[in-house]
């Protein structure tokens, strides 16, 4: 009897609000999907996003709702980036908003302050890319290699996340790697 009833009541899946817009599913790619990846661009406009168990029968659990979404850019050439003196600012058809900021110098560094639960490193990967060092808050979180036989672009090459919005500070660091020593910052990702 259960699953007769089950039979005809409407299953539904994710959805998505955007700014103050009315719910709206998101088609999965069968009904057993556990997850779907979203494309978002950079926008001021908040998203929510929310889920709920169905089970072999039908019933369903409460809905699951997100915490607010906004996914921020900060391009390369934003005055919120903090430079040393030994990265240069080039053209760049290839990247994100068009142009990088370089450097080849070991120890010379980029920071971003900034308020979020996630954040993400967009830079290119190829033959004369070498290693970074990334810092959260002042510690070590990663040592980064960017070298890559063949160029790829706007690689999303660092990602972290905390567990809820707080004043965070990222800062990528060149080790100036013998042959290949130049690293760059397309973009800075953040997510509040």
Not at 14 to 32: C, D, E, I, N, Y
Not at 71 to 80: E, F, P
Request: hydrophobic content about 40%; proline content about 3%; charged content about 15%.
């Amino acid at each position: 009897p259960g699953a007769a009833a089950a039979s005809g009541r409407r299953r539904s899946g994710p959805s998505r609000q955007v700014g103050t817009s009315s719910w709206g599913a998101l088609s999965l790619a069968a009904t057993t999907s556990t997850s779907r990846a979203i494309t978002l661009q950079p926008s001021a406009t908040v998203r929510h996003y929310r889920v709920r168990a169905t089970d072999c029968v039908g019933n369903q659990s409460a809905w699951t709702t997100s915490l607010p979404v906004i996914l921020s850019d900060v391009q390369d050439g934003n005055a919120r980036i903090a430079y040393t003196r030994a990265w240069k600012r080039a053209s760049a058809a290839k990247a994100f908003g068009g142009t990088i900021h370089m450097a080849s110098k070991a120890g010379a560094y980029a920071s971003l302050k900034f308020t979020g639960r996630e954040v993400a490193w967009v830079a290119t990967r190829a033959a004369n890319r070498g290693t970074a060092r990334v810092y959260l808050d002042g510690k070590l979180a990663a040592t980064v290699n960017l070298h890559d036989p063949s160029a790829v672009h706007k690689r999303l090459v660092f990602a972290h996340v905390w567990s809820g919005d707080g004043a965070h500070t990222i800062k990528i660091v060149c080790a100036g790697t013998a042959g290949h020593p130049a690293v760059d910052v397309d973009a800075i990702l953040t997510v509040r």
